[in-house]
């Protein structure tokens, strides 16, 4: 079964420090993982996804498969990166393909 | 100009009550979900649909129901609302499902935050 650890609940930084958010999955398949922010009260928006090799807002996330990791960096932190941040897996493949699990969440605090 | 809407965004109801949550997306998109989000943030899948068909059912209770008219609508009724229920859905949309490409990539409602009392 798939399953997707974000071991940090709460995550606290000042600006202009490095932001690490850690993520681990568990998948028999070839992952495809995500990462979603959510600022508050609103709805949950993406941020990037693996394959595209993107980096948005300043963040990146290396797919890295020999330690099923796949966390989210920022070199210099902002007071507007304060959201909650879920690290998601897509099944891609068998009986519950299109289904993606979420990690618990990490809740990023930037301080001024 | 939403791409994913849901009404109502609040919704405050007796336990017992029978109550439906609307999903709609102008994206275009074959496949739709509902997402539920309790009191510790953590979310998990409801159901999926593909082309009105349901395709992911997990593990949720018989009062909710899924219903899909048409390929950009996915509503969700309630029976026999419980304390329990209470949460926040979304509904997400994505252009496929499972693929593995860019077209996977799910976009999500505002959320409704239901309140069984």
């Known amino acids: 079964a798939q399953r997707v650890t974000q071991p940090e609940k709460l995550l606290s930084v000042f600006k202009g420090a490095p932001v690490e958010l850690k993520c681990n999955y568990s998948?028999?398949?070839?992952?495809?993982l995500f990462w979603y922010v959510q600022y508050s009260r609103q709805r949950l928006q993406l941020l990037l996804r693996?394959?595209s090799r993107e980096s948005i807002k300043g963040f990146t996330a290396d797919l890295n498969k020999g330690e099923t990791s796949f966390h989210l960096k920022k070199p210099f932190a902002q007071e507007e990166d304060s959201a909650m941040y879920y690290c998601?897996?897509?099944?891609?493949?068998?009986?519950?393909?299109?289904?993606?699990?979420f990690g618990q969440g990490t809740i990023l605090t930037v301080h001024p | 100009d939403t791409a994913v809407s849901q009404t109502p965004k609040y919704l405050v109801t007796q336990m017992g009550n029978d109550k439906s949550i609307k999903c709609e997306q102008n994206?275009?998109?074959?496949?739709m979900y509902w997402y539920k989000q309790d009191s510790k943030k953590f979310l998990k899948i409801m159901f999926s649909?593909?082309?009105?068909?349901?395709?992911i059912n997990e593990t949720v209770p018989n009062r909710f129901s899924p219903k899909s008219p048409d390929k950009a609508h996915l509503n969700l009724h309630i029976n026999s609302l419980e304390l329990g229920d209470s949460a926040v859905y979304f509904c997400?949309?994505?252009?496929?499902?499972?693929?593995?490409?860019?077209?996977?990539?799910?976009?999500f409602g505002p959320g409704t935050r239901l309140t069984v009392l």
């Open positions: 649909y593909n082309n009105k068909e349901l395709i």
């Open positions: 998601a897996l897509l099944n891609a493949g068998g009986t519950s393909y299109g289904k993606l699990t």
């Open positions: 998948y028999s398949g070839s992952p495809e």
């Open positions: 994206l275009g998109h074959d496949t």
């Open positions: 997400a949309s994505s252009q496929k499902m499972g693929e593995g490409r860019e077209t996977d990539t799910q976009y």
């Open positions: 693996h394959i």
